[in-house]
């Protein structure tokens, strides 16, 4: 869209007008006026995030727990050996690697087929965005309750409805393996979070020129070439955009870990570990190792999905 | 051509059909069980709909003075959080749609990161600097961070509408001799009303959902919020969860979010979409 550089462009455009002088004292102005008007937002944001991360930093470094404060020793990078060499905590890391990249595929398809749908119909458009915001808007713990009780042996719907699939009984316990309770949490992350990758590619897929697809329509592409060779390769920056937010967030997973299984059948994240870590064992020193290997790797992963899909986030999110 | 277009309808209408099933069963599912009577979940009642509809779950819920106040924290919690994160996002996008100032690719970048960031990273620090600060167990205490993650969203959304705004008209009223502060107050503000209201939206949203901090950073009903209210609910038999009663609470939750929806939904979608649809 031509918007991209629209505020550089104005800009551009506006400056050479004034005298020479003029501008620099305007400039300067302007300077101070943009600094003093992002200044609290920025505070803000980094008061909460930036200081605390420093201070993980500082209490990883320390054997600190909550229960015997007076018991706080340096340990230098003890925590983070304990940590590393913990078989749990590959285990988490393993689940939560897993959830992400089922649960951002699944999205990634089933979201596509919603905001082509929703690009096509001509009917209902109201309704069919009102019921799609529902899950969007849905609170996260809701919706885990919602599909922890469908799954339910004793009262839920699943196992009824769906007893002529030839892997699915009447008693199946969906809560009682690992399997099925990995199933049943990445189910219900799935339902709640597609409506958001839709409408990042509904966005995207306005943007595919109407011409293109039709003159491919005419030199006798099929619908499937059409996809692949019009569709896809013109909303590239918006399905880049849906997954790395997409993948960000399923990677911090928590909340329906927490209401489902609270982490039984080995289905902890590396979120749910460090939350179990801090404030139910009070481990403050270990804790903290855990949540800088977490800030770690979100950074890391953000970083290889930026390098690896090549998102232009400035030119995505509309930033020169 | 004719059958090619057929298709497509079939296709669309399923594809509809398969929407509406998708975003709405599991409410009307909850819904349906918040009418089932404790005595029928107990007994264990896998059919969809309740055998005989009950209000017993709304009455014991409203009775509930933990979950009152629960209620009367998300709202105050979220409200407040989206009050103030709104004002200083104007602020922040104005000076990112509208001027030219040295660091703005900071302070975007900044945005990026903390949308990006870990908030259970946060906890056991935070955990510690709000016993200390005394924050620990206050609206406060949620409603600072909340602010935090919310500014980034909040951000863009406001710059990307900032930047569809007819700017021709703060140049005249600057050209009349306003300020750049006035022309700002004055002339911009009740133009970009909309796409404040959406950032409040999205922002709101956020605060009335979280779930992590209020469940770390509170201990008792003087700052917890419903979603981590609802964890704490706990029936006469500790194997057996209250359906009921969780599922009325989850439908009273997402009443305020069922109505949003359907007064502004197609501002939400704007939102959502606009810092999206660049590039």
């Known amino acids: 869209m031509s918007t991209v550089s629209t505020p550089k462009a104005a800009k551009a455009s506006e400056t050479p007008k004034a005298p020479k002088k003029h501008v620099t004292d305007r400039a300067r102005a302007e300077n101070r006026l943009g600094r003093r008007l992002v200044a609290p937002a920025v505070v803000v944001m980094l008061a909460v995030t930036a200081w605390p991360m420093i201070q993980a930093l500082y209490l990883s470094l320390f054997r600190y727990r909550l229960t015997s404060p007076d018991d706080k020793e340096f340990v230098g990078l003890g925590n983070y050996g304990t940590v590393l060499t913990d078989s749990l905590f590959w285990q988490d890391t393993v689940n939560t690697v897993l959830i992400m990249l089922v649960t951002v595929s699944v999205e990634l398809v089933i979201g596509f087929a919603f905001a082509m749908v929703m690009h096509r119909i001509v009917f209902a458009r109201g309704i069919v965005r009102t019921s799609i915001l529902i899950p969007y808007g849905i609170v996260t713990v809701v919706a885990a309750y919602a599909w922890q009780f469908a799954f339910s042996l004793s009262n839920g719907w699943v196992n009824s409805w769906f007893a002529w699939l030839p892997w699915l009984q009447q008693d199946t316990n969906w809560f009682g393996s690992h399997w099925p309770a990995m199933f049943a949490i990445m189910f219900s992350e799935i339902w709640k979070t597609t409506p958001f990758m839709a409408l990042l590619l509904l966005a995207g897929l306005a943007q595919v020129s109407e011409d293109m697809l039709e003159a491919a329509q005419v030199d006798g592409a099929t619908w499937w070439q059409r996809l692949y060779k019009v569709i896809l390769p013109n909303m590239r920056a918006a399905i880049m955009v849906a997954v790395l937010f997409r993948a960000l967030d399923a990677f911090r997973i928590f909340d329906s870990i927490y209401v489902m299984t609270r982490g039984a059948q080995d289905t902890e994240s590396s979120s749910f570990l460090t939350y179990r870590q801090v404030i139910e064992q009070m481990q403050l020193g270990l804790g903290s190792a855990l949540s800088v290997l977490l800030f770690i790797s979100v950074l890391l992963l953000a970083f290889l999905i930026v390098r690896l899909f090549k998102v232009d986030l400035a030119s995505a999110r509309g930033e020169g | ?279």
Do not use: H
């Open chain 2, 1 to 279: 051509m004719a059958n090619n277009e057929t298709r497509t309808k079939i296709g669309t209408w399923a594809g509809f059909l398969f929407i509406l099933v998708w975003c709405l069963l599991p409410v009307v599912w909850i819904i349906s069980l918040s009418f089932k009577g404790p005595t029928e979940t107990a007994a264990g009642s896998p059919q969809f709909l309740p055998k005989e509809p009950t209000l017993q779950n709304y009455t014991d819920i409203f009775n509930n003075s933990d979950f009152r106040d629960s209620l009367v924290n998300s709202f105050g919690i979220a409200a407040i959080s989206t009050f103030l994160s709104v004002i200083l996002a104007t602020l922040a996008a104005y000076a990112i749609a509208r001027l030219e100032f040295k660091g703005k690719k900071l302070v975007l970048s900044i945005a990026l990161a903390i949308a990006m960031f870990p908030v259970v990273a946060l906890v056991g620090p935070l955990f510690d600097l709000w016993r200390t600060l005394g924050l620990f167990n206050t609206w406060p205490g949620l409603i600072i961070p909340y602010m935090s993650f919310t500014l980034p969203l909040a951000i863009w959304t406001l710059s990307a509408f900032f930047r569809e705004i007819p700017w021709e008209m703060e140049q005249a009223a600057q050209v009349d001799g306003a300020t750049s502060w006035q022309a700002f107050r004055k002339v911009i503000v009740p133009l970009a009303a909309p796409g404040v209201f959406t950032a409040a939206i999205l922002t709101f949203f956020f605060a009335w959902n979280e779930f992590v901090l209020a469940l770390s950073l509170t201990s008792t009903t003087a700052s917890r919020t419903v979603p981590a209210q609802l964890s704490y609910f706990v029936g006469p038999d500790p194997f057996n969860p209250p359906y009921g009663q969780l599922a009325t609470a989850s439908v009273v939750v997402t009443v305020p979010i069922i109505i949003i929806v359907l007064l502004f939904q197609r501002k939400i979608v704007a939102g959502l979409t606009s810092g999206a649809v660049k590039g």
